[in-house]
């Protein structure tokens, strides 16, 4: 539009306005402009102003949200894979935000789902296996029924492959980073009234396996709990009991019409962890009610490390989860012994100078698996050369406390000043754990405020 300079008092302010302001030309509404147009234009106006209200009251939103997070606790959680990371943030969410976690049950209720066909597709492939080879059951009788209940479970199987969640063969569930997976199964209707009603919804939604899982449940028991199965199991020395995500003693409970994941399932249900996850908590009730932290969950595996360093600059204290899986092997690398694995990991947070006033915690995790190893007759010495005391779960559990001891000592750049803080844990069991993430939280409190010397 042309710029008119008018010599009228009006005209000439009008100009200089264009002049100074190259909006306010292309604002003016044209001249011959009707009513319609004009109520148009206004209501067009309004909403442009309530949009740039939003963003003005977005952008203050996430100033007061980083202002909040500055000065609220922030947790790192970091272990090797499968260490038990991610249970530790789940016990935190139970004990302090109960009701969040309620609304999630039924997303857990999925996975719980997915862990429970995915032992069933272990069991079905050592049979294909042994087919393959022309080394299946002896027995005719036995081999025709579990031909037959391998057919009738093909479509449950079907199910993972549909997943929307992302599933590996070999490595089981994983779901991006960011806790967006969870609306997704929120959002679906999960409760049937009829048989009928579940029929159709199973036509409807492939991806939901409550449907298939319901009319599999007898198939999957009497495949479990087969003679021959357990001595297939036995023979591809695959102890699915001791695995993650284990649900298959469960099976007529899971697979119930109105299964609800209880708080020890959503706990021992496995998803593995992709890239970095940051949980907002703030505290429900209790004494700490309206207290906020933030709890960073991260993947373990060893090619998602790299990404831990860029939070170590921003974090009050690490949890570090080392699981005594004293005669375990790194799932990426299976030369690698779980707990030398740990211990490496934590001779470079001690020794890391960007770590030096970070507080580290070290929860020497599953404890229960320990004691079931011992309790079975498994001999550390033949996993642990340097290790020669006897087989107890007090031995061995000062014996690796000691190691880790050790390393804390000789590597913090602070040297004997920072201090050592050691618990004991199973993180599966959601009532221990419910006072130690307290005591925990407590701690991180306490010292926190200490080094800011508030007291
Ligand atoms: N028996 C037993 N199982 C545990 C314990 N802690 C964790 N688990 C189980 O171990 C599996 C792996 O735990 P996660 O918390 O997913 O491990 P993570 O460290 O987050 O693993 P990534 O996300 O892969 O890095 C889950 O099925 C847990 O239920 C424990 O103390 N005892
Ligand atoms: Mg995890």
Redesign the pocket.
């Known amino acids: 539009m042309a710029i008119v300079i008018s010599s009228s008092r009006k005209g000439k302010s009008r100009s200089l306005d264009a002049l100074e302001n190259p909006f306010v030309g292309p604002m003016r509404p044209p001249a011959n402009e009707t009513s319609a147009q004009r109520s148009e234009r206004a209501r067009a106006l309004q909403d442009a102003q309530a949009r740039s209200r939003k963003i003005d009251d977005d952008l203050q939103e996430t100033k007061r949200f980083l202002e909040r997070r500055k000065k609220a606790l922030k947790i790192l959680l970091l ?1 090797q ?7 530790v943030l789940k016990n935190f969410q139970l004990a302090y935000a109960p009701a969040t976690v309620q609304r999630e049950r039924v997303a857990w209720k999925r996975i719980v789902q997915l862990n429970l066909i995915l032992s069933v597709k272990a069991i079905l492939g050592c049979l294909q296996a042994d087919w393959n080879a022309g080394s299946g059951p002896t027995d005719s009788e036995a081999d025709k029924r579990l031909r037959a209940l391998s057919m009738r479970l093909k479509p449950l199987i079907a199910v993972i492959r549909d997943s929307k969640v992302l599933c590996d063969e070999q490595r089981g569930l994983s779901v991006p980073a960011g806790g967006a997976w969870k609306q997704l199964f929120t959002t679906t209707r999960d409760r049937f009234s009829t048989d009928s009603e579940l029929f159709n919804r199973m036509n409807l939604e492939r991806n939901d396996p409550g449907g298939l899982l319901h009319a599999s449940k007898e198939d999957i028991m009497l495949l479990w709990t087969d003679d021959v199965v357990q001595r297939t199991l036995a023979r591809h020395s695959m102890r699915l009991e001791e695995s ?2 284990f649900f298959l003693d469960d099976t007529p409970r899971i697979a119930d019409i109105d299964y609800l994941p209880t708080d020890d399932d959503i ?7 992709v890239g970095v996850e940051e949980h907002h908590i703030i505290a429900e009730n209790g004494k700490d009610k309206g207290a906020e932290f933030f709890i960073t ?1 991260v ?3 060893r090619s998602s490390r790299a990404s831990w360093v860029p939070y170590f600059d921003d974090v009050n204290a690490i949890l570090f ?1 080392a699981p005594l899986s004293f005669n375990q092997m790194l799932e990426e690398d299976p030369t690698t012994n779980r707990l030398e694995d740990s211990l490496s990991i934590w001779r470079d947070l001690c020794g890391s100078k960007l770590l030096a006033h970070c507080t580290l915690i070290l929860l020497l ?5 320990l004691a079931r190893a011992l309790a079975s007759g498994v001999e550390v010495k033949k996993y642990v050369t340097s290790y020669n005391e006897e087989n107890t779960v007090p031995n061995v559990t000062k014996y690796f406390r000691d190691r880790f001891k050790h390393y804390h000592r000789k590597l913090s750049p602070t040297g004997a000043s920072r201090p050592f803080i050691v618990y004991e ?4 069991d959601t009532r221990t754990m419910k006072s130690l993430v307290v005591t925990v939280h407590d701690s991180i409190i306490r010292k926190n405020l200490a080094n800011s010397d508030i007291i």
């Open positions: 272990g894979a499968e260490s038990g990371k991610s249970t993650s995500g706990v021992r249900a496995r998803v593995r962890t969950d993947g373990g595996s989860l995790n599953k404890k229960d698996i844990t199973s993180a599966i």
